[in-house]
């Protein structure tokens, strides 16, 4: 054994092999190890590959800040890769540092702003679908309702009103099986086929086309240019609208679907919501960015769903160059496994971590490190669509709940489906009624 081999510090952990995947036997073994072994683990799987689990809040933040350009996306990204090709979430390198530089400026402060309105009208087809429920008595599938909210919004945000011309005009949405079928079997290989083809055909159109003033996340990508003043290739394209869709609109419908089933379940929090809304938000009129930006309580609401319920629950990373953390050694070829979900309950880091408490995000000088919080990611790889989601989010809530009180149907806790997203197991039904 050469000296740096027998030197080599690796962190605590089992000696038989173990299995790891994207799935809830994996965040069984994760806490398990955690529990045993502290913050740090190292392991060794059955390929041979050596993996570790990291839920130390410093050195979580360091792989994806400071050391970020040592890793790569780790396993589990190879699925997801077969969905979205390689858009911005799953390429890396060079090919990531490009398209993230082209596509950063269509998420300004100032174009999401420009989309405000696109919100406000996604939020009032769903007034209309509930009005019409609680004037029958009838439930509302949440689950379902918050998943066609984001959906729309999403598709409407990025084609403008070719949404209506060309996807709406197909009959069924051909986008709908995103939000309805979880299993990535050969059926939903065919309908990813077909859509890519619509894309296609909406791209070539666009291209082809007189210049309009439609301002939509389409035409944003379709004028930006590298370095080089390359514009994106179809394909590229095709990727990054497949990316945008699915990253776009899962998330924000699995933390709309949690946050409706908190409120139900905390009244006060409710009140407290609604209270802000009607300060703020007295007629959509008077909706503007600064009028969200003041909702501090919405946003905390908002903070702590995503503290117990983060919809990438794992993040995964590979490493290809030595590194070190803490005390260790990493190896280039190490997978690393960090989870939202662990830290955002690890006990020390946020005290009674079950209880659901929106005052935990109330503005403090506590310094953030102190608490552990990345949903979104950290670094140069933080997701581009935060400020999006927030705004959609406060729109959402701030235009519904006013108006809707949503009564659960079952009181129980759902159970939890981890898949790459984390959803609830089975749709949350309740019962509106208008105030
Ligand atoms: C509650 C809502 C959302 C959550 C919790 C969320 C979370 C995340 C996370 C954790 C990542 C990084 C994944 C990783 O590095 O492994 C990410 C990346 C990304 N997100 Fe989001 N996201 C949300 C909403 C959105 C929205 C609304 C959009 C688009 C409109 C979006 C677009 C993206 C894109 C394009 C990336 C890739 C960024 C890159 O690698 O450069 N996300 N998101």
């Known amino acids: 054994m050469t000296s740096a081999l027998q030197n080599f510090r690796r962190p605590p952990g089992p000696t038989e092999p173990v299995t790891l995947g994207i799935d809830p036997e994996t965040l069984t073994t994760l806490q398990e190890l955690q529990q045993e072994y502290g913050d740090m683990v190292s392991l060794t799987k059955p390929n041979g590959r050596v993996a570790y689990f990291i839920n130390d809040a410093a050195e979580v933040r360091r792989i994806l800040t400071r050391r970020h350009s040592k890793y790569r996306k780790g396993p589990g990204f190879e699925r997801v890769k077969m969905l979205l090709g390689n858009g911005l979430i799953v390429s890396d390198g060079e090919v990531w540092r490009r398209a993230r530089r082209m596509i950063q400026p269509a998420f300004s402060r100032q174009n999401v702003h420009r989309l405000m309105q696109v919100m406000v009208e996604c939020c009032d087809r769903r007034a209309v679908q509930w009005a019409g429920l609680a004037a029958n008595s009838e439930q509302c599938n949440i689950t379902a309702e918050t998943s066609d909210f984001a959906l729309e919004l999403i598709l409407i945000s990025i084609f403008g009103s070719d949404y209506e011309t060309r ?15 979880s299993t990535r079997d050969l059926s939903v290989v065919m309908k990813v086929r077909h859509l890519r083809d619509l894309l296609l055909s909406i791209i070539e159109a666009r291209r082809t086309g007189s ?23 179809n394909a590229e394209l095709l990727d990054e609208l497949m990316t945008l869709i699915v990253a776009g609109f899962e998330t924000s419908a699995n933390t709309l679907n949690w946050v409706w089933y908190l409120i139900a379940k905390h009244p006060d929090v409710e009140t407290k ?4 809304a009607e300060e703020y938000l007295p007629s959509v009129s008077a909706m503007n960015a600064d009028s969200l930006s003041a909702m501090q309580y919405t946003q905390q609401v908002l903070e702590e769903a995503l503290r117990l319920y983060p919809p990438v629950w794992l993040f995964t990373r590979r490493s290809h160059e030595d590194d070190e953390l803490d005390d260790f050694d990493v190896a280039p070829e190490t ?4 989870s939202p979900f662990i830290l955002h309950r690890t006990e020390h880091y946020w005290p009674d971590p079950e209880q659901f408490d929106p005052d935990r995000f109330a503005v403090t000088d506590k310094p953030k490190k102190d608490r552990p919080f990345f949903p979104f990611s950290l670094g140069p790889r933080r997701c581009v669509g935060e400020y999006f989601s927030f705004l959609e989010m406060k729109v959402h809530l701030g235009l519904l709940l006013p108006r809707f009180h949503m009564q659960l149907v079952d009181d129980s806790q ?5 898949g790459i997203n984390l959803r609830a197991a089975k749709d949350i039904f309740m019962k509106p009624t208008e105030r």
Not at 211 to 233: H, I, V, W
Not at 414 to 418: D, F, I, K, S, Y
């Open 273 to 276: 919501l609604i209270a802000e």
């Open 414 to 418: 759902p159970a939890l489906e981890l």
């Open 167 to 181: 996807i709406v005009a197909e009959g069924d949405n051909p986008f709908d099986f995103l939000s309805r079928d």
């Open 211 to 233: 210049d309009s003033d439609e301002f939509d996340f389409l035409s944003m990508y379709l004028q930006a240019t590298d370095k080089g003043g390359q514009p994106f290739s």
């Open 335 to 338: 997978d690393i496994y960090l």
